[in-house]
T-cell receptor
């Protein structure tokens, strides 16, 4: 079974802090994704990566950056956290990104609160 | 811009009842997926439909892809408490990116 783990289940930070969210997958997947989930808005793609050191902006990249130094690890960085970044953050990985039968495997999520 | 609208947003029903959840868009998708997310967990894929008009069954769950590949429905027969969760549709667009719907939160009451 694919396992996607996220470094924290709950995180509380203060406005202006730099925040790192870590994601690790153990299935040698090329593709990794970061989403944020808000009630009534579903999942919105922040950034994704098709390979090591490669990144692509999703629909809502503003205020975020990412890092993929190793294939199994994909980090989401909030350079200066703001209250409107309070949300659930979900990481996912997949083998066949962009293919019609691709399956995304999700981590359990990190609920971030910015005070 | 939200490409996939789901309805209803919230649904609370008694165990044993039937229900249908809808996923609608003005865009055409190459494929459409349904995920279920339980509290405290990430979404898990239930099914992928590819062909317009396609119907897939997964035990008590029936999934249908619209003929024009712009919409989909999920029908649950004789709902059980274990069906409780957030149901998300996701469509693969012409840019080869999956867009997720707004979600339907289902509560099945014993």
């Amino acid at each position: 079974d694919v396992k996607v783990t996220q470094s924290s289940r709950y995180l509380v930070k203060r406005t202006g802090e730099k925040v790192f969210l870590e994601c690790v997958q153990d299935m040698d997947h090329e593709n990794m994704f970061w989403y944020r989930q808000d009630p009534g808005l579903g999942l919105r793609l922040i950034y994704f990566s098709y390979d090591v050191k490669m990144k692509e902006k999703g629909d809502i990249p503003e205020g975020y950056s990412v890092s993929r130094e190793k294939k199994e690890r994909f980090s989401l960085i909030l350079e200066s956290a703001s209250t409107n970044q309070t949300s659930m953050y979900l990481c996912a990985s997949s083998l066949l990104a962009g293919h019609i039968t691709d399956t995304q495997y999700f981590g359990p999520g990190t609920r971030l609160t910015v005070l | 811009t939200q490409l996939l609208e789901q309805s209803p947003q919230f649904l609370s029903i008694q165990e044993g009842e039937n229900l249908t959840v809808y996923c609608n868009s003005s865009s055409v998708f190459s494929s459409l997926q349904w995920y279920r997310q339980e509290p405290g967990e990430g979404p898990v894929l239930l099914v992928t439909v590819v062909t317009g008009g396609e119907v897939k069954k997964l035990k008590r769950l029936t999934f249908q892809f619209g003929d024009a590949r712009k919409d989909s429905s999920l029908h649950i027969t004789a709902a059980q408490t274990g069906d409780t969760g957030l149901y998300l549709c996701a469509g693969l667009n012409t840019g080869n990116q999956f867009y997720f719907g707004t979600g339907t939160s289902l509560t099945v009451i014993p």
